[in-house]
């Protein structure tokens, strides 16, 4: 009987997984649309947010496409794709990440049917990477540039943009305070693209209207020693002093040790250790700086000698606020206070310590270099702080795209209503199945102002109707027709100020049609037995969906 | 939780460890999330007002806490539940900047909720609720800053603050001597303000506290009071006109901080160093005493030996005065902290014009009284109590009533309290909300009524018929058109707020509104909840 048998053939390892063919690539799109249909509902103005529990128990509220997408966790190989998408936009613009992962699912959906009627993915990958291609130069074309406007009026465009991205946010309501803040911001720090010059602090309590910008740097009191309530708390230019020493009395060797054999030598060896220290801090005096701040610590001996010299010092502060502060008053960070030359030390208009709700803030403001700025958040509870912060960074990142390009599109789903009809226009040219293809492109399109609607409670047919109308018109006037979220009709986008940077659009589209075009030419996972032995219920599961996915071969694994 | 279902009815795995993960979403998700919330409301309800209960709260070690103060109160609940921590950190956040009213903001943000529940019933979206209570907060604080009153105070005639600083305590279990408590709050503040900037930096008042004594016995000393006594039993308990050396070194020889050995092979050489380092403490007492001391305050301890030297030189010392006494210390005295006996010199001593050492009961304790200090802008306020939860409460207290005074030396705009602000606001909101198109009006309408749950409640703790009480008030106010009436809750006989001396804080009130406000939106935003299954 052996000899009959065939040799059984075993290429991968006992217990991988691998699934492929048509039903693979199906149910890759199904997984996609599930985490699409996630994100769907947090789009727009009306989008609602999330909360997600993670492991640790700890807590997060946001809207941001990004933030959720990253703590879902996602292991699904397809859907992961998804969350890099996601984070690339992010990383890349700053905002619209919902819309990416949105985009990116509906191309999946709307190409479904076609591989179930077997069309080969290549034909639709190709076909969407056409469509991909005249989208983006539709847009660049709809684009209107803001160049060559005067200072004032291009704040306010770029405040109009920045409002865009907030309106969908929890601090939406108070959209056009900050939107002036950021845009203050992004431009105290100029062209330099370093965006950890902008700070963002973070203090409990007060209400949202409390935040303010600081032209200049503001830190939480560090940890101080007794002796700091003397110091001086304000001063009027005063030289600063930055230092990465420690400035404490301490032995100056790890390892050294003293060896006396004449007790009478033990005074000078006291001696000579305060020596050090107070040449140190003498040295420190005589630079003439007024405020010492150090990365290290500052020990209470040093803040009590400053503090009978008028002079305000903080150890341990954090290094990038310590950078910012270098940036910012023009000062060098140094490693030794030994030749401290009148070029390092740095300067300000007013430094003080200020009450910010419970906190102390030291703020130096009105810096030389005016390269810096702090945005000082205040909100009713930590976990409204945090997604504050995350929807202003967004809205950092959007005015900075739009200083640079500085073209924008009209929002609220009119510029996806627009480039949908330009590519619905462009497939009527084309003979053959490419027209299909590119036909359903401009559909999924149509998901951004359909959400818009949906999340907002209207009638997601009718509005759309209405705005294919408005869009088909030969005039074009209505070109920049997009959904009114505030009365459940249509409006202006152009001339309600709902702008979003081009970029952002642009982007959208390229990542999102990626990312479809990489999943549709998947047709085979691999999927490697967990290296541990701890197989749990999840590997379980996934065999499960392996067997189901059809196997074409009938390879024997077992 | 699953996402989705391949074509054989099969979840996909999309996230790890998915079926240990639970999903609430949409309304159903709303409405966990504001039940929540509301059951954090209620806890607080009844401790509103003058006539509102204490909570006892039992700590996991079994410490027992009772207090009347919202932002305490949810502190040491320790609620797990995510959106109640919400309503947690909205109390903290009206006591870190105001410190007053920390209940009444929970007991806010619960009713809007509870509104919002109705709305929601209704079919209104989420969204449009949290919209429509913003633009009715907008409203409210407006009308706040149109009906609040300003007053005159100065230094002299501080009656003003006192009455709003018995508002305050008037709540609270200390409300017996609320006017002796009141007062002496408002001299510490005015003692430490810095009227021209409008500043009060509270770290310079201190709150002490020792059981024993009445409460009436709590007294205000322009001062610091050390829980302290002499080094030595036999130095002097009483020390006037002091020069007071504050050191953060120890009467010890002096030990270089790297590893150090001394060798000792010769009995000479033994007795060296014992000589030095007796005459270490010969030189440190006596430069102590060159420089004209006759007080020494000491960070660290002595050497008994040290100790004994100080005695017999007839120099009385304190040691291990923690570091943020000593800097009080400092500051009241105009003295320097000196960390090196080589540093001391004349100018660097502080000066009070008396130092004792008081006894109390027939315990052995003792404290340390620093009193007629060269700069007075450090006070201590010592609070005399039965017990130990009395004492803490009744810091709490008066943290409350320093807050209050320091908001008003801040801002001296004041509104009637009694729950007339909140009437008058709800009237505004209500008349307002006509004006508004679209969906928004309802929510407007909702937060007018859940305005009224504040009064609502002051009624209900009183005894009073809370529906009949704030109807009859309501149309007082409309009527007669002035925002003072309020609920009587004292049963004092008028319901004029400005008889009854009841006032609160603008800005206390403001904060309230906006506040509860952004935390019922962040609620209302959240349709989708994602946990892990064991939370």
């Known amino acids: 009987m052996a000899s009959m048998m065939q040799p059984q053939i075993i290429l991968l390892k006992e217990g991988t997984d691998t699934s492929q063919g048509k039903a693979q690539l199906l149910s890759n799109i199904n997984a996609v649309t599930a985490v699409g249909d996630v994100l769907r509902t947090t789009l727009g103005p009306r989008g609602m947010d999330k909360l997600i529990h993670d492991d640790k128990g700890s807590v997060t509220i946001s809207n941001d496409g990004a933030t959720i997408m990253k703590l879902l966790d996602i292991v699904h190989p397809a859907a992961k794709i998804l969350v890099d998408i996601a984070k690339s936009q992010d990383s890349e613009v700053g905002d619209g990440t919902t819309t990416v992962v949105l985009l990116a699912a509906e191309f999946l959906k709307e190409a479904k049917p076609f591989v179930e009627d077997g069309v080969h993915s290549q034909n639709l990958i190709r076909s969407y990477r056409t469509a991909s291609t005249l989208a983006i130069e539709k847009v660049k074309e709809l684009a209107v540039s803001i160049e060559g406007k005067s200072v004032e009026e291009k704040k306010g465009m770029l405040a109009k943009c920045a409002a865009t991205t907030l309106s969908s946010k929890l601090i939406g309501g108070e959209k056009e305070f900050f939107a002036t803040m950021v845009v203050d911001a992004v431009m105290a720090i100029g062209d330099d693209d370093r965006l950890n010059l902008i700070g963002i602090k973070k203090v409990p309590g007060g209400n949202m209207r409390d935040s303010f910008l600081v032209d200049g740097v503001a830190f939480k009191k560090t940890f101080s020693y007794a002796g700091f309530e003397q110091q001086p708390k304000k001063f009027l230019n005063p030289k600063i002093l930055l230092l990465n020493i420690e400035l404490e009395l301490k032995s100056e060797k790890e390892n050294a040790e003293i060896r006396l054999s004449d007790p009478s030598q033990y005074q000078s060896i006291v001696d000579a250790e305060w020596n050090i220290i107070y040449d140190k801090l003498d040295k420190c005096v005589e630079s003439g700086a007024k405020v010492v701040l150090s990365r290290l610590a500052i020990g209470d001996l040093a803040t009590q000698y400053f503090a009978d010299r008028d002079i305000f010092c903080a150890g341990r502060v954090a290094e990038e606020d310590l950078n910012r502060v270098a940036a910012a008053a023009g000062g060098t960070v140094q490693t030794s206070v030994n030749n401290i030359i009148p070029e390092v030390l740095g300067t300000c208009e007013i430094f003080e310590e200020k009450q910010v709700g419970g906190e102390r803030f030291n703020i130096f403001s009105g810096c030389p270099s005016g390269r810096t700025a702090t945005i000082v958040l205040r909100g009713g509870a930590d976990q409204f702080i945090e997604e504050a912060e995350r929807s202003l960074h967004d809205a950092i990142m959007i005015v900075r795209r739009a200083v640079k390009n500085s073209t924008v599109v009209p929002g609220g789903g009119a510029i996806d209503m627009e480039v949908s009809k330009y590519l619905r226009q462009h497939s009527r040219t084309i003979a053959g199945k490419s027209q299909l293809f590119i036909n359903s492109y401009a559909k999924a399109l149509e998901v951004i102002p359909r959400q818009l609607c949906d999340n907002a409670g209207f009638d997601a047919t009718d509005v759309l109707n209405k705005l294919r109308q408005k869009h088909a018109m030969q005039s074009g006037e209505g070109a920049s027709y997009g959904v009114d979220i505030n009365t459940g009709g249509i409006a202006d986008s152009y001339a309600n100020f709902v702008w979003e940077p081009a970029v952002v659009k642009i982007n959208a589209i390229n990542a999102a049609t990626e990312a479809a075009c990489l999943i549709l030419s998947v047709d085979e996972t691999v999927k490697n037995p967990k290296s541990e032995s701890a197989q749990g219920d999840a590997a379980a599961g996934a065999m499960g969906r392996g067997r189901g996915g059809g196997r074409g071969r009938g390879m024997r694994r077992r | ?535």
């Open chain 2, 1 to 535: 939780m699953a996402l989705a279902f391949d074509e054989f009815g099969r979840p996909f795995i999309i996230l790890r460890e998915q079926d240990q993960k639970t999903r609430l979403r949409g309304i159903d998700a709303q409405k966990a999330n504001i039940a929540a919330g509301k059951a954090v409301a209620r806890i607080l309800r009844s401790s509103l007002g003058p006539k509102g209960m204490d909570k006892m709260l039992q700590g996991p070690d079994g410490d027992v806490t009772i207090t009347n103060d919202g932002a305490t109160i949810l502190e040491q609940m320790d609620v797990d539940n995510q959106i109640a921590k919400l309503m947690v950190e909205l109390s903290r956040s009206q006591d870190y900047e105001i410190g007053d009213g920390t209940t009444g903001v929970v007991v806010m943000a619960g009713a809007l909720l509870e509104q919002a529940e109705r709305q929601l019933d209704r079919g209104i979206h989420p969204i449009r609720i949290a919209e429509g209570y913003e633009m009715a907060s907008r409203v409210a604080v407006e009308h706040l800053e149109r009906i609040s009153q300003k007053f005159e105070f100065d230094v002299n005639n501080y009656e003003p603050l006192v009455q709003t600083c018995m508002t305050t305590l008037s709540s609270k279990i200390v409300n017996r001597c609320k006017r002796s408590l009141a007062e002496i709050a408002v001299k510490a503040v005015l003692a430490v303000a810095d009227l021209e900037r409008r500043d009060v930096n509270l770290d310079l008042i201190k709150v002490e506290g020792k059981v024993g004594g009445n409460l009436e016995d709590t007294e205000l000393i322009y001062g610091i009071l050390v829980d302290k006594d002499m080094s030595h039993p036999q130095m002097p308990k009483q020390i006037e006109d002091a020069h007071i050396a504050i050191l953060t070194c120890p009467f010890e020889p002096p030990k270089p901080k790297t590893k150090h050995k001394v060798d000792i092979d010769t009995v000479e050489k033994f007795e060296t160093l014992r000589k030095q380092e007796q005459q270490y403490f010969d030189e440190m007492v006596q430069k102590c005493k060159d420089v004209g001391a006759t007080l020494v305050i000491c960070q660290w301890g002595f050497d008994d030996e040290a100790n004994h030297l100080l005695m017999h030189r007839n120099l009385p010392a304190v040691r291990w005065v923690g570091g943020v006494e000593l800097e009080l210390i400092a500051i009241a005295t105009g003295g320097r902290i000196v960390p090196r006996f080589q540093e001391l010199t004349p100018e660097k001593l502080g000066k009070a014009g008396m130092v004792r050492e008081k006894s109390f009961g027939t315990t052995k304790e003792r404290m340390l009284y620093i009193e007629h200090c060269a700069n007075s802008k450090a006070v201590t306020i010592f609070i005399r109590g039965g017990n130990k939860m009395m004492i803490e409460e009744t810091k709490r207290s008066i943290h409350d009533a320093l807050c209050v005074a320091r908001n008003l030396i801040r801002n001296k705009s004041i509104v009637f309290g009694g729950g007339a602000a909140e009437i008058a606001c709800s009237l505004a909101v209500d008349a307002a909300a006509d004006k508004y198109p679209g969906v928004e009006q309802y929510a407007i309408r909702a937060f007018a009524e859940a305005l009224d749950s504040v009064p609502m409640a002051l009624a209900e703790n009183s005894g009073l018929q809370p529906i009949e009480t704030l109807s009859a008030v309501k149309s007082q106010q409309l009527k007669e058109n002035i925002p003072f009436y309020g609920i009587d809750c004292n049963d004092v006989g008028t319901n004029d707020m400005r008889e009854q001396n009841v006032f609160e804080t603008l800005i206390g009130k403001q904060q309230q509104i906006l506040l509860a406000t952004q935390v019922v939106k962040m609620i209302l935003k959240i349709d989708d909840v994602i946990s892990n299954s064991e939370y």
